[in-house]
């Protein structure tokens, strides 16, 4: 078979899709994979809440893909997939526009392989007054535009009454993500009376309450965990409220399903995630979430499409369970594509081999010096424990390891490198 004739498409550069396409991109090159995203940027998304808060420099942070698609020898493609014409075996893209002028017209890109990647956004779960009134952190637009309301209100906060009234953060969700907006917000606030807002008193003006449906926070993760965590950030002043099912948001307030109240001149919703709606008009096998129903290989009902990362619904080992929405799942599911992919490229009978997920356990940062974790042991199977800066440390190389799978060695050390300097002269919390 001819080499150059089977093209790879990849639709979503993110924790998954970024991974498999730099790898299969060093070895098959430009003509062969093809990298499809509707932002020109890419960002490490579980870094989000901390753009939120202002502690990390999306201007810094982001990644271009053309540089990207360069170094690893793929195509990158700007532009938002729109549909999937599959008897064609050809994807739709709309246009691209900058403000005013169109970019890159509507366009279609044939495929051989076609491989879904799109992650996934939050589940508003239909809760009256949730999509309006809350913020999402689901994109690094969002992330921005909570920053500047943030800032927004501290300042109408500051400048307003004598003395200046409490500014309320209502954090629906107790996850890592709910979690570590709640710390992080915490370490932003430390820093606001360098931005003039000397009416503030970090410890007393900003309140933030983290309310969570069941009866613990870090739910889906070891109690040990969920005890460290509620006791961290309770240390930190923040109000941790458990079994609190959130019935309506309104514009300054939530309700729960007990017709409290609770104050909240900002809301943010982290409850839960659901996989892009468009997924569910392409003709493939979806679930009640968007997520499309893949096979332990990974396969779609079409046999030539995968889905990997949060926009799938893949079986785990657990009977009748499926795997976690997760960077450490889109990691491990781009790596077992390669090898496959490679043999369908390459016009080989691909390996039969299943996809098998290892859980190495789960991070979640409590703040710049404080973690929690549960570590898998390799060998044991046994989970063990880490709290404190080693868990902090930990969590932070699961990004080094994002970089490293993208960048290589090299790119990654320079990299770390020069933002380590670069820290030393940028401010601790980008509020303006
Ligand atoms: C604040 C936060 C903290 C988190 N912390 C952790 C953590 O500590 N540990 C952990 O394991 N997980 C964490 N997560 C979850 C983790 O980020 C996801 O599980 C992971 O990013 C999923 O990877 P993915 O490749 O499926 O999708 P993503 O990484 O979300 O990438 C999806 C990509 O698809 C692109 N895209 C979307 N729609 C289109 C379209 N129509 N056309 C073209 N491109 C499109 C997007 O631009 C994006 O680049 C966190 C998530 C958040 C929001």
Not at 137 to 143: H, K, N, R, W
Not at 200 to 208: C, Q, T, V
Not at 293 to 306: A, E, S
């Amino acid at each position: 078979m001819d080499k150059q004739a089977h093209k790879v498409v990849i639709v979503g550069g993110g924790a998954g899709g970024l991974e498999l396409a730099a790898k299969l991109g060093r070895r098959f090159g430009p003509d062969q994979v093809f990298l499809v995203d509707s932002s020109p940027d890419h960002i490490w998304k579980p870094s989000l809440h901390e753009v939120a808060a202002g502690t990390l420099d999306i201007h810094r942070e982001g990644l271009s893909y053309a540089m990207m698609a360069k170094d690893s020898g793929f195509t990158f493609i700007y532009g938002a997939f729109a549909g999937v014409d599959r008897a064609a075996r050809s994807i739709r893209l709309d246009a691209v526009m900058d403000e005013q002028h169109e970019l890159f017209p509507a366009r279609e890109i044939a495929y051989d392989t076609l491989v879904l990647a799109v992650g996934s956004r939050s589940n508003f779960f239909g809760t009256p007054g949730a999509r309006e009134y809350a913020v999402a952190l689901d994109s690094t637009e969002q992330a921005e535009h909570f920053r500047k309301l943030f800032l927004r209100k501290l300042v109408i906060a500051n400048n307003g009454s004598q003395p200046p009234r409490p500014l309320n953060i209502a954090i629906v969700g107790g996850g890592a993500t709910g979690v570590e907006l709640a710390a992080e917000l915490v370490e932003a606030s430390k820093n606001i009376r360098y931005y003039g807002l000397d009416r503030l008193d970090p410890a007393h003006s900003i309140r933030i309450t983290l309310l969570e449906g069941a009866g613990r926070i870090l739910s889906a993760l070891p109690p040990k965990m969920s005890d460290a965590a509620q006791r961290l950030l309770q240390e930190r002043g923040i109000e941790v409220k458990t079994s609190v099912r959130v019935a309506s948001v309104q514009e300054d307030s939530l309700t729960d399903a007990e017709g409290r109240q609770y104050p909240s001149d900002i809301c943010v919703w982290a409850a839960g995630i659901e996989a892009p709606a468009f997924l569910a008009g392409l003709g493939l096998n979806v679930n009640h979430r968007n997520q499309i129903v893949v096979d332990r290989m990974l396969r779609t009902d079409d046999p030539h499409i995968f889905a990997i990362g949060d926009c799938a619904q893949a079986p785990w080992d657990k009977e009748g369970e499926f795997l976690p929405a997760r960077a450490q799942v889109a990691h491990q599911q781009a790596d077992f594509l390669i090898p496959l992919l490679r043999d369908r490229i390459e016009g080989r009978e691909p390996p039969q081999a299943t996809f098998r997920f290892k859980d190495y356990g789960s991070l979640v940062s409590v703040g710049h010096t404080r973690g929690v974790g549960s570590l898998m042991g390799v060998l044991s199977g046994k989970s063990w424990f880490v709290e404190g800066l080693v868990a902090r440390m930990m969590y932070m190389s699961l990004h080094l390891m994002h970089h490293l799978a993208v960048l290589g060695a090299g790119r990654t050390f320079v990299m770390a490198i020069g933002r380590l300097l670069l820290k030393r002269s940028a401010p601790r919390v980008k509020l303006h």
